[in-house]
């Protein structure tokens, strides 16, 4: 049984921090990358951050670079995504999932965020 359970999400104001958590199981975790994305309203879902196996390797989308980042836990199971200087366009609901074809059939339910004065 797959699942990845999002949390960390809030209402923050522009220029402030949230720090997003993903627990993941049913899998050997260590084995696999892990991605963070988020989908705003009336929007396509979007690839944010990607995190290698050991999680010596990062990767982030333009738009959050300096101000995102990326982080793993083996031990625990556990993905990580640190924002800062939060801006309203970073509004989305956001999701953690593998770069494996299987899992786009265990999507969680994502956490809110919501960047607003």
């Known amino acids: 049984q797959v699942q990845f359970v999002e949390s960390g999400g809030g209402l923050v104001q522009p220029g402030g921090s949230l720090r997003l958590t993903c627990a993941a199981s049913?899998?050997?975790?260590?084995?696999?990358?892990m991605i963070w994305y988020r989908q705003a309203p009336g929007k396509e879902r979007e690839l944010v951050a990607t995190i290698s196996p050991a999680g010596g390797s990062t990767g982030y989308t333009d738009s959050v670079k300096g101000r995102f980042t990326i982080s793993r836990d083996n031990a625990k199971n556990m993905v990580y995504l640190q924002m800062n200087s939060l801006r309203p366009e970073d509004t989305a609901v956001y999701y953690c999932?593998?770069?494996?074809?299987?899992?786009?059939?265990?999507w969680g339910q994502g956490t809110q965020v919501t960047v607003s004065s």
């Open positions: 999932n593998t770069g494996e074809y299987w899992g786009n059939n265990y």
């Open positions: 049913g899998f050997t975790f260590s084995y696999y990358g």
